[in-house]
């Protein structure tokens, strides 16, 4: 795979105890895909974890999937302990985030309020999530695009 | 270092009195009187005579609540108005993570409102007594399921409260089912569990022990359950088992999923030793389904047709409901009794399909490329061959959360809808087969006019539930 | 003497300005004003054109109620939630009789207390204008589906109404459904019917005609079921029709079914005239359903399969509620999307069955035999033919309540449940083929350990209702 | 097909406006079988049919079938039509005979009360009644089994 220098560095992770891993593994390559490069902590990954993993990386973003429906719980005080161990990262959070998710901007508004910059519904597909991400990094779409299709 | 060797009698029981301490119901097992139990239930409940001269497939359904009464009605209600000719009993999450304490807060809260505080029967806490009140209960014998890395304790209760088969095994049991697991760790659990089933089974009863086949249940390349589950078998032949099922989980190509349950029933009685009886066992979908009842009655039914042609010994049913989750007993029965008529009117007409040879013959050149991978790896010690395969990715699961698998291999489906490889990471595999696999991949990519990527990765995973076998653009 | 020849213009005129004073909608139709309408109708409301030109088989239930506004509401849910490609609408049993004052009565009560009063949709009562509404109303194609042996009138007023589709024909229509009306009586009104098809067609409006394929829906042998269809497309071809759709009714044995729809579109374009277009449609299950909504949609998804398989232009699906007589639009909506499930995840399967040719070779050599009797009987002349065929029982079809046919023969399945014939009365056949049924059925005679008799049929009957394909002892 | 001399003749028929054929077509071919003559009047009888039919072949039995729900309306007077006719036969009636079927001894006496000799309900096997026309006619198996399979 052709690399981007321009690429930065994407912590991604399943919060909690939960153990879905398919959207994660999607993820994964798509953001790889798309020229970025991706530390996957994988399913069941603790607050701390993820606060270890984005220091010692060094990440611009920070990712979290959650499809059991505990993400609220397995967030309260998330921002606070990526603060303590001096993470400065944008924070996106997406997947199954409520039971009986009929109303989405009622969960977005939950998760906003604990911080994340980006909420996402498990509809969402990758490509979204990338462009947000290239948008909230600054980056161009040809910073990128070069390395979608190497593999 | 731990190898594939039986564990000696002495040490047998020696981890058999440590274990039954870790929870006081451990205490009322009497493994003689236990024998003798067994030896008093009627023919019909012995789980591996029914399994093994049955004439066409059997249907068997999930189930599991905390309460014992409760049980016996909704096992009652899938024999009866289901029409199950196995019944299954399936364990709650909390024994299933060897907390028998929350288990047991779970049952006490369950008695107290009657609601279902747990997502099945925590069989350690009801005991050997209420197992047995169980086994009594049912005209038709009873499986455990359930999905717990440690299951020895689960096991020494519920083979001394009757039941006679046992789900699980040491890689199916922690690969997709657990994240911090070490395989070394949960091969000597097992290497117990079917030590015990051993015991038993050189006793006179014959334990039926069963591998989970589908494994994630999501895309699974069939070569690679089917030499997980021949492992699993060895490993269980070795501490004693005789009567083993290996399991296959549909992918919805009729024609791989045909020639997979013939490869795996050719290949396990190969690899087997001949002392063993082989049975095979289908599991209808076990990826995400349609979110509407007449859609998943569709999966269920494209299930039932292939169990129709290629005639496993025994088929896990799903449900209508599968979408939402745990099923009524109703809709859980709905879903026996649709493939039950699906087998019993296609199962006559003998139908043989176009393909079968070809794909059995590709899917048994790939499962022996892996086989000799764990051979070579373990210097001819299967236990070590495992570990170190896993270890080094040359053998993998796809999408597996757990730390011991790479999980770096992705499967995506060829034209046809046939479960290629589109990421081989370092799975071990001869280059030709690789090279078929890319061509079939390539093919799709022509017909779709986009090039071979993760995104049809995706699509494959949602496209079921999508109304689609294959993820198209 | 009635023969196969197209009615001359002044007969169609005398004709239809004759039954359209039978009730007082029929002085609304004008032909030339008809044919402006439907030129004014968008693409995807013009049936021959949609159905010639899918790519997979289009779904198409059965539905009608009385009220206008009823129906648009069904179709609407048909469309929307079913996703039926194709629309019915299923007429009344008294406009059937052509009692057509007491469907009005009928549907008067309907409006008054909004019951369905009606089983079906009274299309001459709601007269150009009503059929019109629905017409507009509904984005998509609509069919005629009824079972008159006298349509004229339905069929002036629904075509002047914008309907593009029109089941039915002087055999199909007469054999199953009516006892005394003669087979000379139904072919000359259904000439008149095909002849204003053709009218239309000849202006640039391809009326769709749909011969009623599954005959008695009860064991009908493939073959007497082709050439039955075959002759009524002959027919309407010869009054001008130019798009026929020729259909067939599930057996339930899927090499006999994809066989037999195989045989039925290579003999349709072998014998029709090359200026028409010939599709083909295949019924799901019309024999009797299992009373049970789970069991019965393992019949559905068995159709689903076979349709997968066999790729018919069209299927006419089932619903679950089969069992009690007309479905919830619920339950119709679900016999769709279960059916569009199975299809969808198997067609690109492209599955290839054992068997097919050879049982299509004896389908083909049985259907020559049948038209060959209908050729010599008419001395060349297929109306003719086929009454004299009827009439000494070298043409026939079982289990049929009409007087115009000995409804002699008798079916019973063999070994692998394909449907043969037991009891071949005067039916005209080739020895070596009845050779061919007598072996496979005592074939299957040895395997039950019984001899050959009318048990067989009677079981045969109750099979699939009872949850199998064939009527073991 | 041997025909036993001492046979009796049955007149066979689906009443009223009912079109069920698939039933009355088993049983022609049962009672047949069983080495009766049958006379199979078919679908849509009516009860003059009945009886004219049973006066012209002298029928020592008349068997009324209905599938669809009408029965009872369509029996109504049908004994005394046969009975101005002068026919002397025993009269059977089977099939789907009320809609809702729950209770099929209510059934049976609402038909005995009309005047059948015996009422069946849809499961019956064709064996059953013929049983009972042997014990009604005073057949003895013997007079009719040899020709049962010989077809």
């Known amino acids: ?151 | 270092m731990i190898r594939d060797e039986r564990i000696p009698s002495d040490e047998l029981r020696r981890i058999d009195e440590e274990i039954r301490s870790d929870w006081p119901t451990g205490a009322d097992v009497d493994f003689e009187e236990a024998i003798a139990y067994h030896e008093s239930l009627p023919e019909r409940k012995r789980f591996a005579d029914v399994l093994e001269s049955a004439d066409k497939p059997l249907l068997q359904p999930r189930a599991g609540v905390p309460r014992l009464d409760d049980q016996i009605e909704l096992l009652e209600y899938l024999h009866g108005e289901g029409k199950a000719d196995l019944l299954p009993t399936t364990i709650d999450s909390y024994t299933r993570d060897n907390e028998y304490e929350k288990a047991q807060q779970g049952l006490e809260k369950a008695r107290e409102t009657g609601d279902d505080t747990l997502n099945g029967f925590p069989a350690v806490n009801h005991g050997v007594e209420g197992c047995r009140e169980l086994i009594e209960a049912i005209d038709a014998p009873i499986e455990v399921r359930h999905g717990t890395p440690d299951a020895r304790l689960l096991a020494a209760i519920t083979f001394a409260g009757g039941f006679q088969s046992f789900e699980g095994g040491p890689i199916s049991y922690n690969i997709p089912y657990t994240k911090r697991h070490g395989l070394e760790e949960t091969i000597e659990r097992w290497q117990f569990v079917d030590r015990l089933a051993g015991a038993y089974t050189q006793r006179g009863v014959r334990i039926n022990r069963e591998p989970f086949g589908p494994l994630t249940g999501t895309l699974v390349p069939p070569s690679i359950a089917i030499a997980i589950g021949i492992v699993e078998g060895q490993l269980a032949a070795t501490q004693g088992v005789r009567s083993i099922t290996l399991g296959y989980g549909q992918v919805g190509n009729v024609v791989q999923d045909v020639a997979a349950l013939n490869a795996l029933r050719d290949l396990a009685n190969e690899y087997l030793p001949d002392e063993v009886v082989v049975t095979t066992v289908f599991h209808e979908w076990m990826g995400g389904f349609p979110p509407d009842e007449a859609r998943a009655n569709g999966v269920i039914s494209l299930g039932g047709m292939t169990a129709a042609i290629a005639q496993p010994d025994k088929v896990i049913t799903k449900s209508p409901q599968e979408f939402q989750g745990v099923p009524t007993m109703q809709a859980n029965a709905a879903g026996l009794r649709t493939t039950r008529q699906v087998i019993d009117m296609a199962i006559e007409q003998n139908i043989g399909i176009d393909g079968i040879v070809e794909e059995q013959d590709l899917i048994e050149r790939e499962t022996r490329c892996l086989m000799d991978a764990i051979f070579t790896h373990g210097d001819g010690d299967v236990v070590q061959g495992t570990i170190k395969a896993f270890d080094s990715g040359a053998l993998d699961v796809p999408f597996a959360p757990s730390d011991s698998a790479k999980g770096a291999i992705l499967p995506a489906r060829d034209d046809d809808g046939r479960v290629r490889i589109f990421e081989w990471a370092d799975l071990e595999m001869d280059d030709d087969i690789k090279e078929i696999h890319k061509a079939r991949l390539s093919q799709r990519a022509d017909t779709e006019g986009r090039e071979q990527s993760f995104r049809m990765v995706a699509d494959d995973v949602d496209a079921i539930s999508d109304g689609k076998l294959i993820g198209r653009p």
Chains 1, 4 share one sequence.
């Not at chain 1, 399913?43 to 609220?72: I, K, M, N, R």
């Open chain 1, 1 to 151: 795979m052709v690399l981007n220098t321009m690429s930065q560095t994407v912590v991604l992770g399943v919060i909690g105890s939960d153990a879905h891993v398919v959207g994660i593994t999607i993820l994964e390559q798509a953001f790889s895909a798309a020229g970025f490069d991706v530390v996957n902590l994988g399913v069941q990954t603790s607050q701390e974890e993820f606060a270890e993993a984005a220091v010692a990386h060094d990440a611009g973003a920070v990712l979290v999937s959650s499809l059991y429906g505990h993400a609220e719980q397995d967030c309260q005080g998330f921002h606070q302990v990526l603060e303590e161990a001096g993470v400065d990262a944008a924070t996106y959070i997406g997947g199954n985030l409520a039971v009986g998710q009929d109303d989405f901007e009622e969960t977005r508004a939950t998760f906003e309020a604990l911080g994340f910059d980006r909420v996402f519904d498990s509809e969402t597909d990758p490509e979204e999530a990338i462009a947000a991400l290239r948008d909230d990094l600054g980056l161009t779409t040809t910073d990128t695009e070069r390395a979608t299709i190497s593999s």
